[in-house]
């Protein structure tokens, strides 16, 4: 993502940001995979270290993964969005970030819970993001990332009544597996479902992915 590109997802995401709360914040109570997943999440990184909410938008995973005992803190491109989830979610860290250039230091966090944190980054930025991903995770962290599936780009000029000038990249899971593997992380299970009803949700396939850095020592593979 160029950073004339980085700038317009921010500015959308800035403009967007109450009525994207308003309408995503408590979407959780509805999607019982989702749940699931993150229940299971929070069980593999309990008491082992901070977990990032990435992409956290008005922070519903975080806090979600909060009220379940893990450290937690959030991290996001827009500063709209980070001033909702702070004032969403008391007790809870949020600060701005790049996701292609982390402002954390290596090793920093036990887990990452990704939802749909990968939507707006063109297929050729996947593999940077990856490798920041698995730079800032400790050895033995967890990946939890959700997106959606297919090989379409859908553009938007408004989300609930805001402009808000948008690109939603969606990938195939071999892709995104391919990038991963290659960014040095260990694929342990690949999830997929249907959507959840029209009121849920944005009609389309999702997958979710569970990855593991199992090692400090990055060793690209060959694809």
Known sequence: MSKQNAKQVQ????????????????????????????????KGVADAGVVCDLGCGPG?????????????????????????????????????????????????WAGIAAFYAIVNFPPDDLSTAMREMWRVLQAAG??????????????????????????????????????????GFTVDEVIEREPYAPEVEYQSRRAYI?????SNTHVPLRR
């Open 142 to 183: 967890w990946l939890l990332l959700s997106f959606h599936i297919g090989d379409q780009i859908e553009h938007v000029d408004e989300l609930w009544g805001c402009a808000a000038s948008l690109d939603f990249y969606f990938f195939s899971v071999k892709q995104v597996v391919a990038d991963l593997q290659s960014a």
């Open 11 to 42: 500015a959308g995401y800035d403009l967007v940001a109450e009525e994207y709360a308003r309408h995503i914040y408590d979407e959780l109570r509805h999607k019982p995979l989702d749940r699931e997943l993150l229940d299971r999440f929070a």
């Open 60 to 108: 519903q995973v975080a806090r979600y993964l909060s009220d379940r005992g893990v450290s937690v803190c959030g991290m996001d491109l827009s500063p709209a969005m980070v001033s909702k989830a702070r004032r969403l979610n008391p007790g809870i860290d949020f600060a701005l970030g790049n996701m292609l250039a982390l402002p954390v230091q290596d090793g920093t």
């Open 210 to 214: 569970f990855a593991r850095k199992l």
